[in-house]
């Protein structure tokens, strides 16, 4: 981790903060007088003079972030409303209101805040410096989480923070912030630096667009502000407000070098583990040109020029649908939201894909190129995947996956041999209940939410041989002394399209027959 800004002198002078663009009568340093008429800013000597800027420096502090919040609060509602999606409409117009946030239980996890989703889903960015504007611990708490790999740059990998301490509390930061840009970008020059707001430096004010702002004019380069302090909410929450800084100050403001009638952007799809490398085989092959990943091994130069695509392709919906919706309005851009789990699913996204670029120019001929690659690929993938049949057969699977589409992955599994004894249906539309119950049978196991307790027991009683699911819940299986296999954001095996989904097979193998499994089933002595 990189700390960006040693600079130990908290004293500023007036002209300083005018200097990046910050007045001072409206950041945190309006709390700060000019005590020696010097234009010198910083502390009294005196007592009681001390206790006034404290308590001004708390009442603009608590003005500003009150401020802050009820203008997110208008800005979260408009991101969470998705009159597209299937499960916002099943809603009633009391339950829209709410929005699709989770409330959170006392002593429940709450998982990642927003700063978090927000990191998470730009972080795949490779070629930009990823700057925190907050404590260590912010940084900390949010480097490097996923496996979100890079064909190329590593500077997404190195974490940036301006580390700011109790003098940044009652000076304010952005001073510090504008050093720490600068330093970025003279000593790596990336194409951009994306600049993350956290809990405090948003509670005690510090105005990052301005600081952004004056730094893209003085460096010539694109300092982009994203505004998802961890208070703000959830983590599906920064992940959409991470999407709306690309919306805002990214996405169209530059030109692709040129167009064809076939490009198109993936949203939200973060190259886990290089899992984009699985399906960009399968577009080149059809001559669908990735104008950009948003945001999986991305490029700040493609992102800026995604305006120009045919279409728009969501993998995550939950994550980035509004980046979509939001690209179809502004610049007419169609989308169609799609996975790539499974064998179906996949051939069902290429068809899909082919079907929309045609319809908006693209030659009919890719249609009948799109079957036969379909073919030749689902042919592939089930011969071999049947090779793994004769050691899996009857095995019994319990699937827990979380954003993976249940479903598409349970035919791939029975293809295989296995039987599902059970699976999580947390993210699951009704539709796709349905199909899971197509596949499972009327009687099929199906859970929302299910406490650690009931998890161990049904591990227990049911006699699974494995469970496939995050790492959360990963020790329930290993207390129960069950195989596991983590299918989550933090996997380590890429497992989209054909290629993923025999991967993901021979991995349940490999985890199955393990010997450490019989070792720890031994009594001990
Ligand atoms: S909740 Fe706030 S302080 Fe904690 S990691 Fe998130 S941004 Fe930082």
Redesign the pocket.
């Known amino acids: 981790m990189t700390k960006v800004c040693d600079n130990s002198t908290h004293w500023s002078t007036l002209e300083e903060l005018q200097s990046v663009g910050i007045d001072s009568n409206s950041a945190t340093g309006a709390a700060i007088h000019d005590s020696r008429g010097s234009g010198r800013v910083g502390l009294h000597n005196g007592k009681c003079m001390a206790a006034t800027m404290v308590r001004n420096l708390l009442i603009f502090a608590n003005r500003r972030a009150y401020g802050a919040v009820m203008s997110r609060k208008a800005r979260a509602a408009d991101l969470f409303d998705q009159p597209n999606c299937a499960k916002n409409r099943a809603k009633s117009e009391e339950e829209r209101k709410l929005g699709c946030s989770r409330q959170l239980s006392p002593g429940a996890a709450a998982g990642?805040?927003?700063?978090?989703g927000a990191k998470i889903a730009l972080q795949p960015v490779a070629d930009v410096a990823h700057l925190?504007h907050?404590?260590i611990?912010?940084e900390g708490?949010?480097w490097d989480n996923r496996q979100a790999a890079s064909s190329g740059p590593t500077l997404y990998r190195t974490g940036f923070t301006t580390d700011i301490n109790e003098f940044d509390v009652i000076y304010g930061g952005e001073r510090r912030l504008f050093r720490s840009v600068r330093e970025i970008i003279e000593k790596y020059n990336p194409p951009a630096v994306f600049v993350?707001?956290?809990?405090?430096t948003?509670l005690i004010g510090d105005d990052i667009d301005a600081v952004c702002k004056q730094a893209s004019v003085e460096f010539s380069k694109p300092v982009i502000p994203v505004h998802?302090?961890?208070?703000a909410g959830s983590k599906n929450l920064g992940n959409k407000l991470g999407g709306e800084a690309l919306l805002n100050y990214v996405i169209g403001t530059r030109e692709p070098a040129y167009t064809t009638p076939t490009d198109i952007n993936v949203i939200g799809e973060y190259n886990l583990s290089g899992e984009l490398w699985q399906v960009k085989p399968l577009l080149d092959e059809l001559g669908i040109r990735l104008l950009s990943c948003i945001t999986g091994d991305g490029r700040y130069s493609d992102i800026a020029s995604a305006h120009r695509a045919r279409a728009n392709m969501v993998v995550c919906s939950k994550s980035m649908v509004h980046v979509a919706t939001k690209m179809q309005e502004r610049y007419g851009i169609p989308y169609l939201e799609c996975s790539f789990y499974g064998i179906g699913d996949t051939s069902n996204a290429l068809r899909q894909i082919a079907s929309l670029l045609v319809q908006r120019g693209a030659s009919g001929k890719l249609l009948d190129s799109t079957e036969r690659l379909i073919q030749a690929q689902e042919e592939r993938a089930w011969e071999r995947i049947a090779t793994y049949r004769a050691r899996l057969e009857g095995k019994r699977a319990l699937l827990i996956t979380g954003g993976v589409k249940s479903w598409s992955v349970v035919a791939a599994l029975q293809e295989a041999g296995l039987e599902i004894i059970g699976t999580s249906v947390k993210k699951s539309t009704k539709e796709d209940k349905e199909r899971i119950k197509g596949i499972l049978g009327q009687d099929a196991l199906m859970f929302d939410n299910m406490t650690a307790r009931e998890m161990y027991k049904l591990l227990h009683d049911a006699k699974a041989d494995i469970m496939l699911s995050g790492g959360r819940s990963q020790f329930i299986a290993l207390k129960a002394l069950m195989p596991w296999l983590d299918v989550n954001q933090e996997r380590h095996h890429p497992y989209a399209g054909y290629e993923g989904i025999v991967e993901l097979i021979r991995e349940i193998e490999r985890t199955i027959y393990n010997p450490v499994w019989q070792q720890v089933r031994i009594p001990a002595p």
């Open positions: 990642g805040c927003a700063f978090d925190v907050g404590p611990a912010c708490n949010s993350y707001q956290t809990c405090v948003a998802a302090p961890g208070f």
